[in-house]
T-cell receptor, first 114, second 116 residues
Framework: DGGITQSPKYLFRKEGQNVTLSCEQNLNHDAMYWYRQDPGQGLRLIYYSQIVNDFQKGDIAEGYSVSREKKESFPLTVTSAQKNPTAFYLC?????????????FGQGTRLTVV | AQSVTQLGSHVSVSEGALVLLRCNYSSSVPPYLFWYVQYPNQGLQLLLKYTSAATLVKGINGFEAEFKKSETSFHLTKPSAHMSDAAEYFCAVSDWDSGGYQKVTFGTGTKLQVIP
């Protein structure tokens, strides 16, 4: 089945540690996105990428980093510089070639700092 | 940059009653608009999308939305609420960024509660 796989579903991190969230898609989509979801704030865009080896900062990129070495993969690293990393993280992808193409989402990773 | 505003973070309706979830967009050009649904601890699922082919858009699970340019609105409706409709709903808009890349921006969401 085609889709987007995020792993792990739940992740615990100690303060001061970097952690990487995985996102893989087999939809052959060009565009991939990372969003952060907090209660009452909707989805806020962290990073997005339209092509391999290229990505753009979203609205809340500070404290995060990404890479796009392969079309199907877009991992997100939450660094120790992110002051409030506990949140639900969602990865999405779309064809990216036209504005009317919808985004498809993974099941999310819930990150908790302990 | 385009944005969407969802009025009402929580909406409660009785089972069988009309569902109306509000979304207004900020754009001087025809936008590309979407409605998504999210169940607890899950990703988002597309309900419907507006692509300028028709102002009334029908989606899955009996939902529909009407694009009204004069009101800059794209409200989501369903004639009769079902218990399974209880979820969080997001309005979203697709735009190009300064580099010509697609960027999808979401509203803050509306949680729908359905009362038996």
């Amino acid at each position: 089945d085609g889709g987007i796989t995020q792993s792990p579903k739940y992740l615990f991190r100690k303060e001061g540690q970097n952690v990487t969230l995985s996102c893989e898609q087999n939809l052959n989509h060009d565009a991939m996105y990372w969003y952060r979801q907090d209660p009452g704030q909707g989805l806020r865009l962290i990073y997005y990428s339209q092509i391999v080896n290229d990505f753009q900062k979203g609205d809340i990129a500070e404290g995060y980093s990404v890479s796009r070495e392969k079309k199907e993969s877009f991992p997100l690293t939450v660094t120790s510089a992110q002051k409030n990393p506990t949140a639900f993280y969602l990865c999405a992808s779309s064809m990216g070639q036209a504005m009317n193409t919808e985004a498809f989402f993974g099941q999310g990773t819930r990150l908790t700092v302990v | 940059a385009q944005s969407v505003t969802q009025l009402g973070s929580h909406v409660s309706v009785s089972e069988g009653a009309l569902v109306l979830l509000r979304c207004n967009y900020s754009s001087s050009v025809p936008p590309y608009l979407f409605w998504y649904v999210q169940y607890p601890n899950q990703g988002l699922q597309l309900l419907l999308k507006y692509t300028s082919a028709a102002t009334l858009v029908k989606g899955i699970n009996g939902f529909e939305a009407e694009f009204k340019k004069s009101e800059t609105s794209f409200h989501l409706t369903k004639p009769s609420a079902h218990m399974s409709d209880a979820a969080e709903y997001f309005c979203a808009v697709s735009d190009w960024d300064s580099g010509g890349y697609q960027k999808v921006t979401f509203g803050t969401g509306t949680k729908l509660q359905v009362i038996p």
